[in-house]
């Protein structure tokens, strides 16, 4: 991971900083307000104090208090907004999920409403900035697979969609250690290319 600082002389914004930064699996250094920032590529601190590190700054104002999110929007902003927002669910009375940016993990959740599961991939489509949202479905019940397709289209219209052979994905693996079973057969689906159901068009680069 490339280097990320956390430079700030407001104690609430550095502690918050560091806390979604330790949450979400990401290294960094913390420099006091007067150091040098040369060798850093990313500086995380408040929109009042980023006017001073130019365009390597990014304010905590502008980042997302959702742990996943904020990831993919660090993650993206280090990888110059240059790869693909990957989602993986696997339907079912508990429906699993999970988002890659790339093959970046940023999220491993499960969500019993559709509802809610729809507005959270609607959250990281919109918060994430990518070249596109590629959404991939388990076809365990098909029929349920290509309604979860259509509320997805509706909320991510430019995303594209994809139904996804998932026989195999519920086999837990040593790699997904704590991952809740749906959660880990999603990120399995995630990267296993189906038939497309949904496509507009790649959502365009901030």
Not at 141 to 152: D, F, G, H
Request: aromatic content about 6%; hydrophobic content about 40%; glycine content about 10%.
């Amino acid at each position: 991971m490339s280097r990320i600082c956390v430079v700030t002389s407001k104690s609430r914004a550095y502690y918050a900083l560091v806390s979604r930064l330790r949450r979400a699996g990401l290294p960094f250094q913390s420099l006091l307000p007067d150091s040098d920032v040369k060798d850093c590529e990313l500086v995380l601190t408040t929109v009042e104090e980023a006017p001073k590190f130019g365009d390597m700054a990014l304010s905590m104002e502008e980042l997302d208090e959702n742990v996943g999110v904020f990831k993919g929007q660090v993650v993206s902003w280090l990888q110059g907004y240059d790869d693909v927002l990957l989602v993986g669910i696997d339907p079912g009375k508990r429906n699993g999920l999970a988002v890659f940016y790339g093959r970046t993990k940023l999220a491993f959740n499960t969500f019993d409403s559709v509802p809610e599961l729809c507005a959270r991939v609607g959250e990281f489509a919109r918060r994430v900035p990518a070249l596109g949202t590629l959404v991939r479905i388990g076809d365990g019940n098909r029929a349920i697979a290509l309604k979860l397709a259509e509320s997805i289209g509706k909320e991510v219209p430019k995303a594209k969609i994809e139904i996804v052979d998932e026989s195999g994905t519920s086999v837990r693996s040593a790699k997904m250690k704590g991952v809740q079973k749906d959660a880990g057969a999603a990120a399995k689906i995630a990267f296993r290319r189906g038939e497309v159901v949904s496509h507009v068009g790649p959502r365009t680069r901030r």
